[in-house]
């Protein structure tokens, strides 16, 4: 294991150690690769068939069945105690950048229904000041099919400098489908002194129905650091 990868878990387990609710009965558990070692630390709990855990997705669902939680929904349980989740980028305010993934729609659902959210991600993810300094590819905006070319040109009068329609690659012919059947669109703004402005702005075009900016939400964040160490903002 590198001295990244040993640094991702020992910040996972710290973020659950040191947050974890001794009563919490609901869990949400978000994706990403240092959040698998999340799960595993929870997995790791004796009281772990006392709570449920909420997933953001596919890839949570399967972390919280692998590691012997029990599995529920946002529908039955919509107010959690804790949710963890990783970050595409996280700036000194924690506000962050979320749904490289495409997970970004359910993953706000999870982080707004929990009472505390916890951020853990290696030390790329940091920002030294705004967001859209470590994380290039775009601010996240899940939007409804046929409003993506309107949305498109409304991104471009909001400063944004370049668009992509996100790709399914090799592996699909046409768009990334989310989750809820949306399409996703990468915005770049560049850097971004004023994350809660942009996101206001986009969420209120039409079409719209979630943006990859998570602001003022995270309670605290973990970065698994280069030399192995952790660090905590």
Known sequence: MSLVEQAKKVAAYQ?????FP???K???????????????????LKNKDSFICIPTGFQSTQ???????????????????????????????????KGGG?????????????????????????SPKYLGIQWRKGVPIEVVPNSWVK?????????????????GGSAKAGPVITDNNNFLIDADFGEIADPVKLHEQIKLL???????????????????EEDGKVSSI
């Open 15 to 19: 973020a659950v150690d040191e947050n």
């Open 63 to 97: 972390l919280i069945i692998d590691n012997g939680l029990k599995l529920g929904t946002i529908e039955q349980y919509p107010d959690l105690d804790i949710a963890f989740d990783g970050a595409d980028e996280c700036d000194p305010e924690l506000n962050l950048i």
């Open 22 to 24: 001794e009563s919490a």
């Open 206 to 224: 039409v079409g719209v129905v979630e943006t990859g900016l998570f602001c003022k939400m995270a309670d605290k964040a973990y970065f698994g």
């Open 151 to 167: 949305v498109s040109q409304e991104l471009k009068k909001l400063g944004a400098k370049s668009i992509d329609l996100r790709s």
């Open 26 to 44: 609901v869990v949400g558990i978000g994706s990403g690769s240092t959040v698998v070692y999340v799960a595993e630390r929870i997995g790791q």
């Open 102 to 126: 495409a997970c970004l729609f359910q993953e706000k659902l999870v982080a707004l229904s929990a009472k505390k959210f916890i951020v853990v991600a290696d030390y790329r993810k940091k």
